[in-house]
């Protein structure tokens, strides 16, 4: 029977998710098992949902991308309002904000070329209440030339070991990063931008985290590129909080971009 | 023996807590019992915390003003930063932004004269993840005019009597309003600042919920008018939801103001 591959984008709040796919540890939940759950009660059959990749305990998505086939016909001309259908089956923490039909070639996680995290830092002498969730804190003033020099020797194709967290079978650390960028979004908010074809464990926070070390220790920030280059975790700073870090977008091939159909 | 009155105000994140007061049903936290927890731990005396006035279940406060005595000698010059101590005492989502040694006569409830609040709406056709915390969500364009011109007809002093949910045992209704705005905050943020000598039960919320009921049958704004003259809550519309309501601000006599000696 024929199935038809359905691509769709959803931002999340991680905050209280063990992460993006189900741990070994019962009595957490997971963003995908929330998902798939209302995808079989919205489509009345089981689904087996794929995602650009996972992500952390606490770590949110703006854009995380996914897919899953369904045996159900769908036809954009009937404006079914898909996203609507599922956001009502999920809690407010969790937003399906668009959907399209796939071509069948198209592997929410194995056609992504690369992705793009951001990383928010609230940088003033009081914490905020309403932002914990959502950002990291520095109480004292953060020298953003010294955190945007260091992450610049990451910029290329090299082994990321050092900033790869223990706990994965990936023995291939080699990555490319394409852009690293710091930049003040606010008068007290910095935000840092990643761009890479793909990420270790737990890799942007450990950047993050030793950018924030060279800082604090006002260190050179050519200490980074000494970093890399030992390829030893131990080098490294201390990830930075999940409650910062965001999967702002997951790029695909523009070919099988322009043959989706929205819903 | 002497004490000493401090004052200090507070920004909480109301999501999950039963409301600034402790509720007669078990199980429920206050934002209150957990920073007089966290002053008794600070202080290491009993201490009775008093507030501006409470907050429902779910609802937030940038600046919510509050005061108590301690048996404690508070040495301004010494810099020991109270807010600091409190607050590595309480959750993330409760922070002690400063605080002042205050005069006798401060109170921090019978001395306010008077208070704005101001409430959140998301408008756009998608609810947004980060924010289901923090504001309602309209998904329909909102006529921004409508809203604004039904709530000029309670600036004055007037029996709001209609706007005040049950459950109160206040039964002089009389408020004066001064001042209750809407503005477009972003593109798609609206928020409503309204100000006033003292409010009833949900009163805020009830006067949000009945200007949305208006713009949304499209109504003559002036019909907010004759709800409140009407003086009959079941003219009102529903409550808006409390995830979208911060208390902003609370004034006090400007010669009180003056005499507190920030620590």
Redesign the interface.
């Known amino acids: 029977m024929k199935t038809t591959k359905v691509r769709f984008t959803v931002?999340?709040?991680g905050t209280g998710y063990c992460g993006w796919q189900k741990q070994k540890q019962e009595g957490q939940i997971s963003v995908a098992s929330l998902i798939e759950k209302a995808l079989e009660r919205v489509f009345n059959e089981k689904i087996t949902l794929f995602a650009s990749g996972r992500t952390d305990a606490g770590v949110?998505a703006?854009n995380q991308v996914c897919h899953f086939s369904t045996h159900r016909k769908l036809d954009p001309a009937k404006k079914w309002d898909i996203?609507w259908a599922l956001?009502s089956h999920l809690p407010?923490?969790?937003?399906v904000?668009k959907a399209w039909i796939a071509p069948e070639e198209f592997h929410a996680t194995i056609s992504a070329t690369h992705k793009t995290y951001r990383y928010f830092i609230l940088n003033r002498p009081?914490?905020?209440?309403?932002l914990?969730?959502?950002m990291d804190w520095v109480r004292k003033p953060l020298d953003i030339d010294i955190l945007q020099v260091s992450t610049q020797y990451l910029v290329g194709n090299y082994d990321f070991k050092s900033f790869q967290s223990v706990g994965t079978p990936i023995t291939d650390t080699v990555r490319e990063v394409f852009q690293a960028d710091w930049k003040w979004r606010k008068p007290d908010v910095l935000q840092f931008t990643i761009t890479g074809d793909g990420f270790l464990k737990q890799m942007v926070r450990n950047i993050v985290g030793t950018a924030l070390m060279i800082e604090r220790r006002q260190e050179n920030p050519v200490r980074m590129k000494e970093i890399l280059d030992s390829m030893d975790r131990r080098q490294a700073g201390p990830p930075a909080p999940a409650a910062g870090l965001y999967l702002l977008r997951v790029y695909y091939p523009q070919d099988l971009d322009k043959q989706c159909i929205e819903l």
């Open positions: 931002a999340y709040d949110h703006f996203c956001n407010s923490s969790i937003v904000k009081r914490p905020s209440a309403h914990a969730r959502h």
